[in-house]
C-alpha cells in the first residue's frame, strides 16, 4: 500500500507541472489581450476576450478528452492535426509571455526602487499611484506578433512541410572500402513514425522519390512506429513494401518500436513510466505480443529486421558486412537494448563493416575510436523537425542535446551519418528541417 502511494507522487508531479505551466502561459497571454483591448468599446472588448477564453477550454477540453481515450475513434490524421494546434498555440503562448515577463520584472523592480526611496525619504506621494506602474501597450503588441508569427510559421510547417521530402545526397570517403563497393548507393530511410501520419497520399512523394533514385541497398534505421504495431497498417505496409533494392533492404528498431511509451493494461502501476532499460524483462505479455506483431510487418514489407546480429552482402569476390543492433541511448532517459558484441559475433576484425544503429549517441559510447567500424548509420533526432538549413550553415535547438543530429560527421576513418528523418512526432510537421531521403555513396 506505502509503495502504491509513493508510486502516486511522482505521476501528482507529471500532472500538477504542466498544468501550472499552461496557466502561467494562458495568464500573461490574457494580460496581453486585456492591455490591447482596454480602449475598444465594451461589446468589442468582451467578445475579443471571452472568444479567447472559449478557444483555449475547447482546446484543453478536447485535449482532455483525447488524453483519457475518448476520441480514438476519431481518424487518426485528425487527431494528429490537433495535436499541431495545440502545440502551436501553446508554444505560441510561450512566446507571448517572454516580453511580458521582462516588463513585469521591470515593473516589480521600479515599484521596489520607489518604495524604497519613499521610505528613505519618509514621503508618502500618492501622485505616483500603484507600487506596479501600468502595461505598456506596445509590449503588449509585441507579445501578440511574437504569438501570431510563432502560430502561423506552425501551420505552414504542417501544411507544408510535413510532407515537403528532401533527397540529401552525401559522398562518404572510406579508404578501407572493398574494391567491388566503390560507387555503392545507399539509400536511407529513417524515423518513420506510422502513427503520426495524417495525409498518407502525400507520404507516396517521399516513397516515390527514393524508388527513383535506385539505390543499390536501402537501410531503415528505426521507429517504424510510435508505439504500436497496429499503426503499420495494411495500407502503409503496401506503401512501403513498394521499396526494392538489389542487395536487399536491411532494418532495425528504434526506441518507440517496444511500446515503451505505452501504458499497457497488463503492467503494473509500478511500472509504468520506466524507459531506460537494459533487457526486457519489464515487457508484459501484450506489450511483447506488439512488439513481435512489429517484428513480422519488417518481415511482411521484405525487410530483413537486425535485432543484434548482422549479415554479409557479397559480390565479385568482396564482402560488406551490415551490423544492426537494437536501440541503445547513451544520453537521455532511452533503453539500452542494444548488444554491439553480440551484433559482432563471427564478424572478423578487420572486416569492413556497416552499423546500423538508431541512436547516435550510440557511436560516442561504444563505437568511436573503440571499434573498426568505418560507417555508422543513425536517425533518433529528427533534427527536431525544426532549425534552419542553407548553403553550409545549419542550425537546430536539437543540436545542444546531441553532437552528432543531422549529416555526416567523421572521426579519423570513422563515419556516421544521421538522418533527418521520414516522418514526425508530437508536432506533426517540419519548420526549416525537411524530411529526409538519404542518399549515400561510399567511394
Known amino acids: 500500500m506505502f509503495q502504491s502511494v509513493i508510486s502516486l507522487i511522482p505521476m501528482f508531479f507529471r500532472i500538477a507541472i504542466p498544468i501550472l505551466v499552461v496557466l502561467i502561459f494562458d495568464f500573461y497571454a490574457f494580460q496581453a489581450i486585456r492591455t490591447l483591448t482596454a480602449d475598444m468599446a465594451t461589446t468589442t ?3 475579443i476576450r471571452i ?19 475518448y476520441l480514438n475513434h476519431i481518424d487518426r490524421g485528425i487527431r494528429t492535426v490537433f495535436t499541431g494546434m495545440f502545440f502551436g498555440l501553446f508554444l505560441a503562448k510561450m512566446l507571448m509571455m517572454l516580453p511580458m515577463l521582462m516588463e513585469d520584472i521591470y515593473r516589480i523592480f521600479n515599484g521596489i526602487i520607489s518604495w524604497i526611496s519613499n521610505k528613505k525619504d519618509n514621503v508618502v506621494d500618492e501622485s505616483k499611484g500603484d507600487f506596479l506602474v501600468g502595461r505598456k501597450k506596445f509590449i503588449s503588441q509585441i507579445s501578440i506578433g511574437l504569438g501570431g508569427l510563432s502560430f502561423a510559421g506552425l501551420t505552414y510547417g504542417i501544411v507544408k512541410g510535413a510532407h515537403d521530402y528532401k533527397v540529401h545526397r552525401v559522398d562518404v570517403p572510406l579508404s578501407q572500402l572493398p574494391p567491388a563497393f566503390k560507387g555503392l548507393k545507399i539509400g536511407h530511410l529513417s524515423d518513420i513514425h506510422s502513427g503520426s501520419f495524417w495525409d498518407r497520399r502525400a507520404i507516396d512523394k517521399g516513397i516515390d522519390k527514393l524508388i527513383k533514385e535506385k539505390p543499390d541497398v536501402i537501410f531503415f534505421t528505426g521507429d517504424l512506429v510510435n508505439s504500436l504495431a497496429e499503426e ?22 528504434g526506441n518507440h518500436d517496444y511500446g515503451d511509451y505505452h501504458n499497457w493494461p497488463d503492467k503494473d502501476m509500478l511500472q509504468m513510466g520506466n524507459r531506460a532499460q537494459a533487457d526486457k524483462s519489464h515487457m508484459t505479455p501484450m506489450q511483447l505480443e506488439n512488439l513481435q506483431v512489429l517484428i513480422n510487418k519488417h518481415k511482411r514489407m521484405g525487410w530483413d529486421l537486425l535485432m543484434n546480429e548482422n549479415r554479409v552482402i557479397e559480390k565479385d569476390g568482396h564482402k560488406l558486412h551490415i551490423i544492426g543492433v537494437e536501440n541503445y541511448g547513451a544520453r537521455g532517459n532511452f533503453a539500452r ?44 533526432t529528427h533534427g527536431a523537425q525544426f532549425g534552419l538549413e542553407t548553403g553550409g550553415f545549419r542550425w537546430s535547438p536539437i543540436k545542444y542535446m546531441y553532437k552528432q543530429w543531422a549529416g555526416l560527421y567523421t572521426h579519423g576513418e570513422q563515419h556516421i551519418y544521421v538522418n533527418r528523418g521520414f516522418g514526425y512526432l508530437g508536432y506533426p510537421g517540419r519548420l526549416g528541417i525537411r524530411p529526409e531521403i538519404g542518399i549515400l555513396t561510399l567511394v
Do not use: C
Request: aromatic share 10%.
Open 232 to 253: 503499420m497498417d495494411d495500407e502503409l505496409i503496401e506503401k512501403f513494401g513498394r521499396l526494392k533494392a538489389p542487395l536487399g533492404i536491411y532494418s532495425i528498431l
Open 337 to 380: 537494448y542494444g548488444r554491439l558484441n553480440e551484433a559482432l559475433e563471427g564478424v572478423e576484425e578487420q572486416a569492413f563493416k556497416i552499423l546500423l544503429s538508431h541512436d547516435p549517441s550510440h557511436w560516442d559510447a561504444q563505437v568511436k575510436g573503440k571499434q573498426n567500424i568505418a560507417l555508422t548509420l543513425s536517425g533518433h
Open 45 to 47: 472588448r468582451r467578445l
Open 51 to 69: 472568444s479567447y477564453w472559449l478557444l483555449n477550454i475547447s482546446f484543453y477540453v478536447i485535449g482532455l478528452l483525447g488524453m483519457a481515450g
